[in-house]
Each structure stands twice: as structure tokens, then as C-alpha cells.
């Protein structure tokens, strides 16, 4: 299995990436299909990054 | 189409919810709260790996189907279960939850009453520095009414931990590298107070600002620095309500919920804003070093946060001085893929078929500009039907 991170467009990308599944060579149609994308939403509801400040 | 949920029925190997999107299909798997966007045919084939379909089975099909040989049709729906299904089943194992041993401080140095809508919420600092980060986006709300809190929060550093309490009981805590997941669950606390829903009552919490024209709103989005916040000021003062800068709920019901915050205004903005807003001139200002900012928060005209409002569209908001007004409809997928990772999706089933059926109706445009008037009136045309 190969996978191939491309950043298809950096303006979109930051945690989103587009993969490849495998090498089929020469049956387009697999290699057609086996294009996907991995999305993960934030794991707790966040605000903006926020400055710790000296406290810590 | 509305989506298909996927994991109710205890058939299924894994849980997952699908839906068509444009000419993709997204995938989204329970256990690791992964969305996907694939083919529409590979999607069918890890439906099929869910429902316990066996691969060479799968193969056999997806041979006649694409005229490809069977090995290399099984390297496919192979390679489609360890990238999908493998990780996902991995996720499931229980996760373990590092519990830290904490005593309660006795002596709060500082609380602070809030008032939203009818709700008070007594707020119980550790110090001035637990005050800092809280505070100063909710000075405006502040109360001398101190009878009867609907909500006690407590919140105290110790042992380079920073704690919330509810109500006595333990919500969280962070290190100093998760403060605005800190904020984020007082911000989800608060709103739970305000509107009595509990968390699974909300669809999710989105990274933008929100307006409204009193029947509908919009959701301004980008990345953090394009102007968000500058712009909600700037409509605010021609007319429209401020809804939510920077924390924008949304509730089951599809609607955009009030967020009582002040608007978070830079420094370099400023200058645009003081004519309309001549008291920032003298409101607090914030230095935050380690994100290199200078802030001030202006209050909401509106300080009544009981309203909800369906949304009207999405808009990618941009300001750009070498860019005089640019306004296009952009894609779904385009927007999926640059909306998820900046927010919070409810991971309760349902609740994610309503986000992809809400999702999958909102139009979404790209608007970039650097004259003000046209932004307005823009804006305006799109919450009033006028495009």
C-alpha cells in the first residue's frame, strides 16, 4: 500500500490531505476510485489559540 | 438526499453514517469521529466491508464491475479495510482517561457574577491570572446581582493544571498548551446554562463569526488573521446583529445560537472601526506575547442572547487591501474540507446526519474585499434573498 500526502491546495490544507490508494498502474478505473480524503474535526469544542499567559 | 445512518443496526461490523456530496460520497466513521471523502464506489465498498461482507466476495463484484483483474480487485478492497476499517476497529478499544488528584482552594481571590438573558453565573477565580483568561470577553456581561446563581463555576491552577469546576463537580483540566480547549468548554458550559441543552443537544461548534438580520443569519469563516471579527464589527454597525465572534453554536434544531462574547478587535484594525465605535478608544487592552496580538473586546449592541437563527449560508471571509471586492459560490467539498477541521461536530449519530443534511443544503461563497461599503451590501443581499 502507498500513500501519498499532497498538499492539494495550501490555502485549504492544513490537517486534510489528499491520498492515493495503492498503485494500479494500468487499470485507470482502480486508480480512478481510489482517491480519497481524511478529515478529522476538533476533539473538544475550542476557541481561537489562546496565549497561556505568565501564569503558567 | 438525507443521510444514511448506518449504525443502528447491530449487523453492522462498524458504525458509519454516508452521504452524496456534489459527486463524492463522505463517510463518516463512529469509532475514530473520521469523515472521508471517496469515490462513490469505494464508499459502497466500505459500506459493504461494514455490513461483515467478506472481501473476496466484494472482489468479485468490483471484478465484473470494472473489468480489472480479481487479484488486483482484492489488493483494492484490502487496501480500502486496512486504511478504513482496521483503524477504526483500533479506535473502538476503551479509551483510558488519566484521572489527577486535586484539592479544591479554599480562598478564591476573585468572583465575578455574570448576567446573561435571566442566568447568573457566579464565576470563582483562583487569582487575577485564572481572571485573565476568562474575563475580559465577558467584562460587559458583569452584575452586582449576586442572588441565586443558576451556574458556580470554579476555576484554579495547581500542579501546572489548569481545572474547571461545575457545580462542584470536576469538568476538566488542561495544560498550558490546551488553553483554548479550556475556554472552549467554559464557552460550552455557559451556553448549556444559557439555553438548557445539554451537549448532545448541540449539532456542533464552529470556528467563525455569526450575524443576523433579526430573521436569519450567516456564518462568516476563515482562517484566523482574514478578518472575521473586523467584519462582524463593521456589520454591526450598519444594522445588523452581532450573534456569535469566534464560538458560534449550533443547536439540533439546525439553528445558530447566540454567543454573549465580546468581539475580539486587533489592534491594526482599530483605525477602521473607531468611527463607528468611538468608546474602544479607551476600552481595556490585552497583550497577548506568546500569540503576538494586541486586543480589545467590544460588547455586542445587542445584549439580549435569547434568539436563534437558521442559517442562511457559509461565507469564506477574506480582507485583502490588493483585492478590491471578489464574491463567488464556491464548491461543497471545497468548503467540507476546510470547515471540519476547524470545528467541533457533535459525535452522537444523529446528530452527525443532521450536520451532513444541514451541510449539504447551505450554499457557500468565497468573499474577499477591501472596500467596506460593497462587503455590506453583499452581505445584506445574501441574508435577504436579494442575490
Not at chain 2, 25 to 50: G, M
Not at chain 2, 56 to 65: G, S
Not at chain 2, 322 to 333: C, D, H, P, R, Y
Request: charged share 20%.
Amino acid at each position: 500500500m502507498k500513500n501519498q500526502n499532497q498538499h492539494k491546495d495550501q490555502n485549504i490544507s492544513r490537517k486534510d490531505a489528499l491520498h492515493k490508494i495503492g498503485n494500479y498502474g494500468k487499470y485507470a478505473a482502480l486508480t480512478a476510485i481510489g482517491t480519497y480524503i481524511l478529515l478529522h474535526p476538533k476533539k473538544a469544542q475550542a476557541t481561537s489559540p489562546a496565549d497561556p499567559g505568565s501564569g503558567f | 438526499m438525507d443521510s444514511k445512518i448506518h449504525s443502528l443496526d447491530h449487523t453492522f461490523v462498524f458504525p458509519l453514517i454516508t452521504k452524496e456530496l456534489e459527486n463524492k460520497c463522505v463517510v463518516w466513521f463512529q469509532n475514530s469521529n473520521q469523515y472521508s471523502i471517496l469515490e462513490p464506489l469505494a464508499a459502497e465498498i466500505i459500506l459493504a466491508l461494514s455490513q461483515g461482507k467478506e472481501v473476496p466476495r466484494i472482489a468479485q463484484q468490483l471484478e465484473k464491475e470494472l473489468a480489472v483483474p480479481l487479484e488486483q480487485a482484492m489488493n483494492f478492497v484490502i487496501d480500502l479495510r486496512n486504511i478504513f476499517v482496521t483503524p477504526d476497529l483500533e479506535a473502538k478499544s476503551p479509551k483510558v482517561y488519566k484521572r489527577y488528584l486535586y484539592s479544591i482552594p479554599k480562598d478564591f481571590k476573585l468572583t465575578k457574577y455574570y448576567l446573561i438573558n435571566t442566568k447568573i453565573l457566579k464565576v470563582q477565580f483562583l487569582s487575577q491570572y485564572e481572571a485573565s483568561l476568562i474575563h475580559p470577553k465577558f467584562a460587559h456581561l458583569e452584575t452586582t446581582t449576586h442572588v441565586y446563581p443558576n451556574a458556580i463555576f470554579q476555576i484554579f491552577k495547581a500542579h501546572n493544571l489548569l481545572y474547571l469546576l461545575m457545580n462542584t463537580e470536576l469538568i476538566g483540566s488542561w495544560d498550558k498548551n490546551e488553553i483554548h480547549y479550556f475556554q472552549g468548554k467554559f464557552s460550552m458550559k455557559l451556553i448549556e446554562t444559557m439555553y438548557g441543552k445539554l451537549e448532545d443537544q448541540w449539532m456542533g461548534i464552529f470556528h467563525a463569526s455569526a450575524l443576523s438580520n433579526g430573521k436569519h443569519s450567516l456564518l462568516l469563516s476563515g482562517d484566523s488573521g482574514n478578518g472575521k471579527s473586523t467584519s462582524l464589527a463593521l456589520l454591526q454597525a450598519h444594522g445588523f446583529q452581532c450573534v456569535a465572534d469566534d464560538f458560534v453554536p449550533i443547536d439540533i434544531e439546525q439553528n445558530v445560537c447566540c454567543f454573549p462574547s465580546g468581539i475580539s478587535i486587533k489592534k491594526n484594525s482599530l483605525k477602521t472601526l473607531l468611527p463607528f465605535y468611538p468608546e474602544l478608544e479607551h476600552s481595556a487592552e490585552f497583550y497577548y506575547k506568546r500569540l503576538n496580538k494586541i486586543v480589545r473586546y467590544l460588547p455586542p449592541n445587542e445584549l439580549s442572547f435569547d434568539k436563534t437563527f437558521p442559517c442562511k449560508a457559509l461565507i469564506f471571509i477574506k480582507y485583502d487591501s490588493n483585492v478590491g471586492f471578489e464574491f463567488e459560490e464556491i464548491t461543497k467539498l471545497q468548503t467540507f474540507k476546510r470547515l471540519i477541521p476547524d470545528s467541533w461536530i457533535s459525535q452522537e449519530p444523529k446528530n452527525v446526519s443532521i450536520f451532513l443534511d444541514w451541510f449539504s443544503s447551505l450554499p457557500c461563497y468565497q468573499l474577499t474585499y477591501s472596500i467596506n461599503e460593497k462587503m455590506i451590501h453583499q452581505i445584506g443581499c445574501i441574508l435577504n434573498n436579494d442575490l
